[in-house]
């Protein structure tokens, strides 16, 4: 995984937009460093400067869409937003999943995808270069917290539902696979745990979000992370499974809104929004 994506063109298309509640949503594309071109939904607010930049990535088995709704929140509040797409979200009717090292390739191209978002984020004349975040969930969290072990433009990520290796997932995930050929993948993607490229995150500030009744995540394992991130960090419990639950979305939005100094979202609008869903889930994660 490269730490400089600075050289990289990124060739921005624009597909269409749509103006509705004081939003501009712009569907575009950039080119990605690796392969073919990144989808991506770029949110922008009336009230444009200054803003901070936040980007967005999905769970596995979803797509940029996932994040419209919550990204809309956080726009409503004055940030600019954009949602991108991982590689596996352009694989349709695919496994998220090949147990080939294509899926290493598709981790690191997604770091490197997510470095171009930055880039992007940062071009845009209406956004604070140093009030840069990230919001990821599950897959996307994992994506996030690579992130965070090689570029320092991020000041803040929010980690939701984020395992601390691979290879503990893996192992339930590929029980059909004959024993050696899982072992030989499971250390494969091993370089890729989160647990080993946390703790470079700082001076980032760091959210983690956690479910008690999360069968992807058990708690030894999401408080093993937490204490291999340096600080600042903060972790969160809900009583909730692996999307967690309203009050969790509130809690990212209030802690934004302290880092960055967003907008006081009218209590109607976030009960109205209630938690994220999985309903779109095409693959089990």
């Known amino acids: 995984m490269s730490s400089n994506n600075s050289q ?7 597909h269409g937009r749509d103006t509705r ?8 594309s950039y080119a990605s460093p690796q392969s073919g071109r990144v989808p991506a939904y770029l949110i922008v607010p009336e009230r444009q400067r200054p803003a901070p930049g936040l980007l967005f990535m999905h769970p596995g088995g979803l797509d940029r869409r996932a994040f419209l709704e919550e990204a809309g929140l956080f726009a ?46 940062q071009s845009r004349p209406e956004v604070t270069p140093s009030c840069i975040g990230f919001v990821g969930f599950s897959y996307g969290a994992v994506i996030g ?23 503990d997932f893996f192992r339930g995930l590929g029980k ?5 050929e899982l ?12 647990i080993e490229h946390i703790g470079r995150a700082a001076p980032a500030a760091l959210l983690f979000q956690f479910g008690r009744a999360d069968k992807n995540v058990p708690e030894k394992d999401a408080q093993a992370l937490y204490q291999a991130a340096g600080q600042p960090k903060q ?8 999307a967690l639950n309203g009050k969790a979305r509130q809690d990212r939005y ?32």
């Open 21 to 28: 509640d004081g939003l501009t949503i712009i569907d575009l």
């Open 8 to 14: 990289i063109p990124l060739d921005v298309h624009e």
């Open 254 to 285: 209030e802690w934004l809104q302290q880092k960055f100094g967003l907008a006081q979202p009218s209590p109607a609008l976030l009960k109205a929004l209630g938690q994220f869903t999985l309903k779109k889930m095409v693959h089990r994660e």
């Open 145 to 167: 917290a690579l992130l965070a072990g090689i570029d320092k433009r991020v000041s803040a990520y929010i980690l939701w539902s984020c395992v601390a290796r691979l290879g």
């Open 235 to 242: 972790i969160l419990w809900y009583d909730a499974g692996h």
């Open 76 to 121: 409503q509040g004055g940030a600019i937003c954009l949602l991108i797409d991982a590689p596996h979200a352009r694989r349709p009717g695919q496994p998220i999943y090949r147990f080939t090292p294509d899926d290493h390739h598709e981790f690191t191209q997604a770091v490197a995808e997510a470095q171009c978002g930055i880039d992007l984020l």
């Open 183 to 194: 072992s030989a993948y499971v250390e494969m993607m091993a370089p890729l745990d989160p």
């Open 176 to 180: 059909s696979l004959p024993a050696a």
